[in-house]
């Protein structure tokens, strides 16, 4: 079945560097659609990104990922972490992206800590 | 943005117990979900539900368990009875159906079964 990998658990990184999350995907849908989804400490998961096309940067909030395909990953990526970044994000997938059912498989999460 | 509200946030009950765990959701959403997550694991989906029905549910949605929105009030997640296992903090998400299709999720409720 679909199931997406996200390899860290934690990370934990100083103010100033880069963030790099990592997050591979398994499906037999040839137009997966991916999510990022992040979540702060007694809130709501939130959508932070989203994307459906190849090898197209999509950006948002500071934050950026490129959907490949041929390796089936949709990592993020921050040039610059900052405190407020501290949080929980989630990889997710979806054989759809409009109409219907929006259905999302998760990865386990990985916790960014982002520490002064 | 918009919010979907849950509620209890936290529930403590006896094993073999009912409990009904509610979730308002987005005003003019039309698909509802459930999803679970066990404490240091990841988020899975349990059951989608839309027009009075339940679309899809996954092999995590037992007999025990059952969802309902009478008359677009609260959707409800109900586990009649409970067991040791059902504990895990249960999240409700709403979407439109239409257009950009984004899942928003309430808070969740942490459901703790002794």
């Known amino acids: 079945g679909d199931s997406v990998t996200q390899t860290e658990g934690l990370v934990t990184l100083t103010e100033g560097l880069p963030v790099m999350l990592n997050c591979t995907y398994q499906?037999?849908?040839?137009?997966?659609?991916l999510f990022w989804y992040v979540q702060h400490l007694n809130e709501s998961p939130r959508l932070l990104l989203k994307?459906?096309?190849?090898?197209k940067r999509t950006e948002h909030q500071g934050f950026h990922a490129t959907l490949h395909k041929s390796s089936s990953s949709f990592h993020l990526q921050k040039s610059s972490a900052q405190l407020s970044d501290s949080a929980l994000y989630y990889c997710?997938?979806?054989?759809?992206?409009?109409?219907?059912?929006?259905?999302?498989?998760f990865g386990e999460g990985t916790k960014l800590t982002v520490s002064s | 943005g918009p919010k979907v509200l849950q509620i209890p946030s936290h529930q403590i009950i006896d094993m073999g117990q009912m409990v009904t765990l509610n979730c308002d959701p987005v005003?003019?959403?039309?698909?509802f979900y459930w999803y679970k997550q066990i404490l240091g694991q990841q988020m899975e989906f349990l059951v989608n539900?839309?027009?009075?029905?339940?679309?899809?549910k996954s092999k995590l949605f037992k007999d025990q368990f059952s969802v309902e929105r009478p008359d677009g009030s609260y959707f409800t997640l109900k586990i009649q009875p409970t067991a040791l296992e059902d504990s895990a903090v249960y999240f409700c998400?709403?979407?439109?159906?239409?257009?950009?299709?984004?899942?928003?999720f309430g808070a969740g409720t942490r459901l703790s079964v002794l």
């Open positions: 998400a709403s979407s439109s159906g239409t257009g950009e299709n984004t899942l928003y």
């Open positions: 499906t037999i849908y040839s137009n997966p659609f």
């Open positions: 994307s459906f096309t190849d090898n």
């Open positions: 997710a997938l979806s054989d759809r992206y409009q109409g219907g059912s929006a259905k999302l498989i």
């Open positions: 005003s003019n959403h039309l698909y």
């Open positions: 539900f839309y027009n009075g029905k339940v679309m899809e």
